[in-house]
């Protein structure tokens, strides 16, 4: 059973740049049909994907944050990584690193969250 | 992308059968069958109970079900229990490639 575990910076000041890592555990970021994938969950608000990271193809980031957004991989180190620039007090949230399933479909598409992690909370404030 | 709606409480007796809705466009559920919900207790992960409109993962008690038709996709849970009560998300596949989430459910079971 894979697990993922959020790690980074909980505490940010506007225009900032918010870095957070996932490092995966109990199997391999580069195997499997899998996009590596980014959520967040602001307070008393629903859930919002970020973006998503597939190992042997491209990354898909949500278009409202496009522009401010970057997800890599580091296969050496089983983790992977999100980059939010110029942050500012509506990035203010619960932010879940994911392992989503492509269902097998072709080319593949992120489908549904299979695995989820703990979550961390990411607050930004002057 | 909007987010999908759903209705924001939904409540029942014990041993009550209830219903979430969860209403997309053609954007998404009204094209693509690739529809997912989540149970999330407040604190933990959210966690997969349906996937691709209508399969449950392994673990997943039968009494959860869904279905989807048109743009509009539902999740029944069947025999309420208490350790139902939670909030519970919709998501789908949308034509940007991205996933959409909806607003979130809250089950009360009274």
């Known amino acids: 059973q894979v697990q993922l575990q959020e790690s980074g910076p909980g505490l940010l000041k506007p225009s900032q740049t918010l870095s957070l890592t996932c490092t995966v555990s109990g199997g391999s970021i580069t195997s499997g049909s899998f996009y590596w994938s980014w959520i967040r969950q602001p307070a008393g608000r629903g859930l919002e994907c970020i973006g998503h990271?597939?190992?042997?193809?491209?990354?898909i980031y949500n278009p409202s944050l496009k522009s401010r957004v970057t997800i890599s991989v580091d296969t050496s180190k089983n983790q992977f990584s999100l980059k939010l620039s110029s942050v500012t007090a509506a990035d203010t949230a619960v932010y879940y690193c994911?392992?989503?399933?492509?269902?097998?479909?072709?080319?593949?598409?992120?489908?549904?969250?299979?695995?989820w992690g703990p979550g961390t909370l990411v607050t930004v404030s002057a | 992308h909007s987010a999908l709606t759903q209705p924001a409480s939904v409540s029942g007796s014990p041993g009550q059968s209830i219903t979430i809705s969860c209403t997309g466009s053609?954007?998404?559920?009204?094209?693509?069958?690739?529809v997912s919900w989540y149970q999330h207790h407040p604190g933990k992960a959210p966690k997969l109970i349906i996937f691709?409109?209508?399969y449950r993962p392994s673990g997943v008690s039968n009494r959860f079900s869904g279905s989807k038709s048109g743009d509009a996709a539902t999740l029944t849970i069947s025999g309420l229990q208490a350790e139902d009560e939670a909030d519970y998300y919709c998501?789908?596949?949308?034509?940007?490639?991205?996933?959409?989430f909806g607003g979130g459910t809250k089950v009360t079971v009274l």
């Open positions: 053609i954007s998404d559920m009204g094209h693509y069958s690739h």
């Open positions: 691709e409109v209508s």
């Open positions: 990271k597939y190992i042997n193809g491209g990354t």
């Open positions: 994911a392992r989503v399933s492509t269902g097998g479909w072709h080319p593949p598409i992120p489908n549904w969250v299979e695995s």
């Open positions: 998501s789908s596949y949308t034509s940007t490639t991205t996933l959409v």
